[in-house]
T-cell receptor, first 115, second 118 residues
Framework: AQSVAQPEDQVNVAEGNPLTVKCTYSVSGNPYLFWYVQYPNRGLQFLLKYITGDNLVKGSYGFEAEFNKSQTSFHLKKPSALVSDSALYFCAVRPASGNTGKLIFGQGTTLQVKP | EAGVAQSPRYKIIEKRQSVAFWCNPISGHATLYWYQQILGQGPKLLIQFQNNGVVDDSQLPKDRFSAERLKGVDSTLKIQPAKLEDSAVYLC????????????????FGEGSRLTVL
């Protein structure tokens, strides 16, 4: 079965420190991978995606993510966290073939950045 | 460019009542999705349309949920009768991605319709 796991319900970091939000996936074939962010009472906003090529992808607001095929992971990172980064983050996967285009989401990780 | 529009933003009903949510996708987006997001969980796909046809409704509880996209543009999701466990945020998303073509495009989400069933 195709699935996405975000092993941490919450990640706490101090402002200015680097942050990592973890994601692992299980899908047949090569996946397309996405990160979205959700602020309170808002919809999901696209941050970045991995399709092919360089394993390190850069996205919006200074975020980046590293694709690791052997570990089936796609961790979200940022070198220096801001208080305004505090939000709910979702990892999502779409199989590259045999799929209707829908995204399968993880359960989400709350990022709390403290001043 | 206007984003995905949804209404109402909030709705409170009693169990066994009915409710309807409306979504207008980004202009030109052929594919429209309805997701259900229960508190503490990730979004789960309910139904996917390409133009006015259903591509995937395998996780739609068809005994109480229905959806339509008659003219291939805006869409309505209906719940009748509602149950307590239907309390959730209903997210509409749209995409340029078409079934069978390159699936590299992202989904664009509306702000959601929060349903509370008492």
């Amino acid at each position: 079965a195709q699935s996405v796991a975000q092993p941490e319900d919450q990640v706490n970091v101090a402002e200015g420190n680097p942050l990592t939000v973890k994601c692992t996936y299980s899908v047949s074939g090569n996946p397309y991978l996405f990160w979205y962010v959700q602020y309170p009472n808002r919809g999901l906003q696209f941050l970045l995606k991995y399709i092919t090529g360089d394993n390190l992808v850069k996205g919006s607001y200074g975020f980046e993510a590293e694709f690791n095929k052997s570990q089936t992971s796609f961790h979200l990172k940022k070198p220096s966290a801001l208080v305004s980064d505090s939000a709910l983050y979702f990892c999502a996967v779409r199989p590259a073939s045999g799929n209707t285009g829908k995204l399968i989401f993880g359960q989400g990780t709350t990022l709390q950045v403290k001043p | 460019e206007a984003g995905v529009a949804q209404s109402p933003r909030y709705k409170i009903i009693e169990k066994r009542q009915s409710v309807a949510f409306w979504c207008n996708p980004i202009s030109g987006h052929a594919t429209l999705y309805w997701y259900q997001q229960i508190l503490g969980q990730g979004p789960k796909l309910l139904i996917q349309f390409q133009n006015n046809g259903v591509v995937d409704d395998s996780q739609l509880p068809k005994d109480r949920f229905s959806a339509e996209r008659l003219k291939g543009v805006d869409s309505t999701l209906k719940i009748q009768p509602a149950k307590l466990e239907d309390s959730a945020v209903y997210l509409c998303a749209s995409s340029l991605v078409k079934w069978g073509s390159s699936n590299t495009g992202e989904l664009f989400f509306g702000e959601g319709s929060r349903l509370t069933v008492l």
